[in-house]
């Protein structure tokens, strides 16, 4: 089993994913592959989520699967069950830490504050997810952050777009973004899987800022 780092430097984006019916799980998960997006965060916002889980992990090989919106101790033990091999928060308390810790599930937990970095790196975790990351301060705040917790790399979530995803892994403390841009509902509902597989393409490719300027010059 990977450990968090690891997932979060497979690619530049790791998309959070909201499935209300099973059928589209699978066609899904896919497109997302075919597209070189291998990380996928499933929320555990609809009752399907944990049945998603299981038929892509079980039917999609070159997926790696997570679950998101962690936030109960069980959640941990029905993940597992379903298959995921990570899982992400949007915040953190001492049951979670525990339940983790007595699953062995990797996790990617939540912060918003300077005080949240503080309590999830003394519970022993230095890869965060800072969320929602727009309202927390984005890009300002996460500079911010570097300073006094430069052992934290964080997976901003929460606001981000392809436009703007550029200069957030431009960061030093970033090692990748979470977006819900490239699932978008109508496209899923539709079935336009090649839509979703280019959009995935496209966040595949994703470079930090100034990046392709920096590459061309040379």
Known sequence: MMNVLELMRIGPVIPVIVIDRIEYAVPL??????GGVRVLELTLRT???LEAIKVIAGEVEEAIVGVGTISRAA?????LKAGAVFGVSPGLTPDLVAAAKDSGLPLLPGVMTPSDVIAARSAGFQQLKLFPAQQAGGLGMLSALG???????????????AATAPEFLALK???CVGGSWLT???AVASGDWARITTLAREAAALRPAGMTKRMASR
């Open 184 to 186: 978008p509902a109508d």
């Open 147 to 161: 300073g006094p917790f430069p052992d934290v790399t964080f997976c901003p979530t929460g606001g981000i777009s």
């Open 47 to 49: 009752p399907v989520a």
């Open 29 to 34: 998960a896919r497109a997302l592959v075919a």
């Open 75 to 79: 959640d941990f033990d029905a993940s």
């Open 173 to 175: 403390n970033v090692a």
